[in-house]
């Protein structure tokens, strides 16, 4: 008994490590005074500050115009490509291919299309970051799909041959819809890394616009306010949402798998 | 019979190219144009010497590689490795014992406590960042709070110590989960025979739990180590440009000094490392 509570202080000291800060920037978000680090009493006004940055709506729209494209291209050419690879070769050549974008560190990319982009001299803007995001999404979405293909029988897709159907017809009507719940899942992380994707975008989007995470990252360096922090409540709220009701839908697939 | 069966063999061989074809060659063909040709691009640049501004002459050159020894750049390499070991070493011994205690909860309070450990690695990583410069700076909460208990103020922002917290922050979870993974795997009748046959808790821990989790202690290890070396945010952020890691380097030779191949050099440097090290977890992995 007294071993296993002696367990639970790394256990607290991680929650307590990983949940404080973030306590932290909730709190003083509400703070009514200018300082991020002295809380003078309750206010919403830095709320209300928010509402009216312009900086900070065009980063959150370009935010979610790169989040939104290249989750397109990434579910789309991801999942042909996770089929493509589970059931049409077995080269582990184009396995590590696929796989490459999600362990390559985030810099060296950057800079691999830094240059490319250079050499092509293609104006930098958010089309170049939508591109560039789709590289490295396509890989997680590839590597969700394929799992999923990986639980799935192809007895179905067989029986669905034997009965006459053709190749396209079978893939369309028997091998999406089961594939669906990973592609679902896939293009949600898809979306959801996008969003969050500080370095890649910092190096491929020029000078002319920002994503959100940039535009934080320059209020950062020009000083901290508690408009910052308000953006950070903003920001956790919908991540812990999306998190939370990610894990539940996958729960309910999982349940629904299993009847 | 089934009529794909009764068609000839060639047609059916062509008609599976076909598949592989459709299947395969979109998704390749964007991986080739813009992961293969920019990573190319990299490896091809350190042998050419710098535009005047930004850019390449095509003009061959192993100047680069031999900047690359000078001991100014082999210290920030070395130092970036120390700041990278330090952050693994100390998210391991936090995070070990948080996924042991994980995977023997009840299982309803496994996925609690699991979604709790992920849950802050899914939020936006520049505002995490800026938490603690809230925490640390000069006036900030920690400062505060030691100065009503008379002591301080300590410097604690834009120092080394800085950015290894930042790095272990960010990058915990990643460390308990492949932990977890291992330590769930196992058999608990293993460690109900050590201690049948007299071993200690600790002992039964060092000779029969350990041993068989390294393989999770090394990708966690990998998972953690990775994303800290090559990092250039959080040291600039927490670091405040004091202490300087590889990836600093990378961003000043690209964006502010515009020294492309020199700039690529330094990532070549970088790539090497983690290839040395993937390669020494896979040997490991294989003799456990």
């Known amino acids: 008994m007294r071993r296993s509570r002696l367990l639970h202080v790394p256990f607290w000291v991680t929650i307590v490590f990983l949940y404080a800060p973030i306590a932290v920037v909730v709190a003083m978000s509400f703070n009514s005074g200018k300082s991020a680090y002295t809380y003078e009493g309750f206010s919403l006004k830095w709320y209300g500050v928010l509402a009216h940055d312009q900086r900070v709506l065009d980063g959150l729209l370009n935010t979610l115009i790169v989040a939104a494209g290249s989750t397109v291209i990434a579910t789309v050419l991801g999942t042909l490509l996770a089929v493509g690879l589970a059931r049409h070769t077995r080269s582990r050549a184009l396995d590590a291919i696929a796989l490459m974008p999600a362990v390559l560190p985030d810099l060296v990319l950057a800079i691999g299309l830094l240059l490319f982009y250079g050499l092509i001299q293609l104006t930098l803007g958010l089309y170049s970051v939508v591109l560039a995001h789709g590289v490295f999404a396509m890989a997680f979405v590839a590597a969700v799909v394929r799992t999923r293909l990986a639980n799935t029988d192809t007895s179905l897709e067989e029986a669905s041959r034997d009965l006459g159907a053709g190749p396209v017809t079978t893939f369309l009507k028997v091998t999406l819809p089961q594939l669906a719940p990973g592609i679902l899942a896939g293009a949600m992380l898809a979306f959801t890394l996008s969003l969050d994707e500080f370095v890649i975008a910092f190096f491929t989007i020029g000078n002319l616009q920002q994503t959100l995470p940039i535009v934080i990252y320059s209020m950062i360096r020009f000083g901290v306010t508690p408009e910052i922090n308000a953006l950070g409540a903003i920001l956790l709220l919908v991540s812990f949402t999306a998190v939370i009701a990610g894990q539940r839908m996958t729960k309910i697939g999982e349940a629904r798998a299993q009847d | ?288």
């Open chain 2, 1 to 288: 019979m089934s009529p794909a069966r009764t068609r000839p063999a060639t047609a059916l061989r062509v008609r599976r190219r076909l598949g592989a074809f459709v299947f395969l060659s979109p998704g390749l063909a964007y991986l080739v144009v813009l992961l293969l040709v920019p990573l190319a691009l990299v490896l091809s640049y350190v042998f050419f010497q710098r535009g005047r501004f930004g850019g390449v002459v095509y003009e061959y050159t192993t100047e680069n590689f031999s900047r690359l020894m000078d001991p100014l750049y082999l210290r920030v390499l070395g130092e970036s490795l120390q700041i990278a070991a330090l952050t693994t070493v100390i998210a391991l011994a936090l995070g070990y014992p948080t996924a042991y205690l994980i995977a023997r909860l009840p299982r309803t309070w496994k996925t609690v406590a699991l979604v709790a450990i992920v849950l802050p690695f899914w939020t936006n990583f520049i505002i995490r960042m800026y938490a603690w410069i809230i925490l640390l700076n000069g006036p900030g909460l920690i400062n505060s709070a030691l100065k009503s208990l008379g002591l301080g103020p300590f410097e604690l922002l834009y120092n080394k110590g800085a950015i290894v917290v930042g790095l272990v922050y960010s990058y915990l979870p990643l460390m308990v989960l492949p932990l977890y993974a291992a330590i769930e795997k196992l058999d608990p009748q293993l460690r109900e025979a050590s201690a049948n046959l007299g071993a200690s808790g600790f002992t039964t821990f060092r000779k029969v739990t350990l041993p068989l989790t390294v393989p999770g202690v090394l990708t966690g290890c990998l998972f953690v180590f990775v994303p800290s070396f090559g990092n250039f945010v959080i040291p600039e952020m927490l670091g405040g440009g004091k202490s300087v890691m590889v990836g600093n380097l990378i961003r000043t030779e690209f964006l502010q000094a515009r020294d492309w191949p020199f700039g690529s050099a330094l990532a070549l440097a970088l790539v090497a490392v983690l290839v040395v090290l993937l390669l020494a977890q896979a040997w490991v992995a294989r003799r456990a």
